[in-house]
């Protein structure tokens, strides 16, 4: 991610739109497209709810994780360290 991204990603995060950086950050990385799905269907459910069900929630940690070592594995630790400095 450049620095213009890093940007967006952390005025999401300032925004509270935590789902939407989530999802943000999966559609950066071609080899995460199935996390970019999932996070989708998590916002919308939150939309349809009206908030994170705490269950909700928990899954969608999981998929952070996920997300997080995916980016690492590929990209290496500083792009890792970088985006979760916006989170």
Known sequence: ?????LKVLADLTENNRHGEARWYIADK????SDLKQQ???INKLA????????????YRSE??????????RHEG?????????CL
């Open 63 to 72: 998929k952070v994780k996920d997300l997080m070592e995916r980016i690492e």
């Open 1 to 5: 991610m450049d620095t213009e991204q």
């Open 77 to 85: 630790i500083k792009v890792a360290v970088a985006i979760n400095r």
């Open 39 to 41: 996070f989708n269907l």
């Open 29 to 32: 990385f071609e080899y995460c």
């Open 47 to 58: 939309e349809i709810d009206g908030h994170l069900d705490y269950f909700l929630g928990q």
